[in-house]
DNA sequence: TTGACATACTGTGTGATATACAGTATTATT
DNA sequence: AATAATACTGTATATCACACAGTATGTCAA
């Protein structure tokens, strides 16, 4: 019976994470590989084949715009946060808490017996 | 061009979080019906469809053990975390902190321009 | 006493997601 | 001249949240 492999187990964790991170992120515009380079920076890592879908993504909904920088060096797809996205990121921040909430009430259960 | 519904926000973020609430609320055997209600009771909710499915997949990867109790009224399922399952769930937790501090990170600074 | 509703599950299907894989092209570095 | 790093695109795949359909028992009002 197949099921998945415990040394993968952050993947479990990122469909809510990631799109929080990048839309923090994304307050200030970034190319995709500035972002992966910054995230690692912040203590974290994301797979380039996770964060460029991504970006696909969250532009195709709407909650990031896109613009091409071909003036300097090789071109540069820069990403900005848009005003649907920030109301996206506040709801998801939301929640972000009650979750955090629940589990510190339910771990503090399981530490004190 | 299809896109995912903003009002179904909350689905973004269950992954990783569903996990976490449900391994520790398993420190004490519950069956499936019972958890629905006790995850309403600390002020969060799950889909029965989706607290079911979710339930036979930690059983399948072995953090879970399951046991039927037809000893009263109609058949029940009880659950109960493993002693693989602690171990996940020890990793599940650690990475929710690094996350969460990387969250609270980013949005200090989103906060303070 | 029946029929509606709550309880307590199982099995299979679907759409979206994280990641894999393959590929293009430019710019350092050695 | 070759290699690595940069900076992307497009498509494929496995897994997941949730949908849908179904089974069966217990409770309680009309």
């Known amino acids: 019976m197949k099921s998945i492999k415990d040394n993968k187990i952050e993947v479990e964790m990122n469909r ?5 991170m990048v839309l ?3 307050e200030t515009p970034m190319y995709g590989y500035m972002m992966l380079r910054f995230i690692e920076e912040i203590g974290y890592s ?9 970006l696909r993504r969250l532009k195709k909904n709407g909650w990031v715009s896109s613009k091409w920088d071909v003036e300097h060096d090789r071109p540069k797809k820069y990403y900005e946060i848009t005003k649907k ?3 996206i990121r506040s709801k998801l921040l939301s929640i972000w808490q009650t979750q955090n909430g629940v589990i ?3 771990l503090k259960e399981v530490e004190n017996g």
């Open 104 to 106: 510190k009430k339910l």
């Open 46 to 54: 994301v797979e380039e084949n996770t964060l460029y879908p991504m």
């Open 16 to 20: 809510g994470f990631l799109q929080i």
């Open 24 to 26: 923090l992120a994304l």
């Open 85 to 87: 996205g920030k109301t």
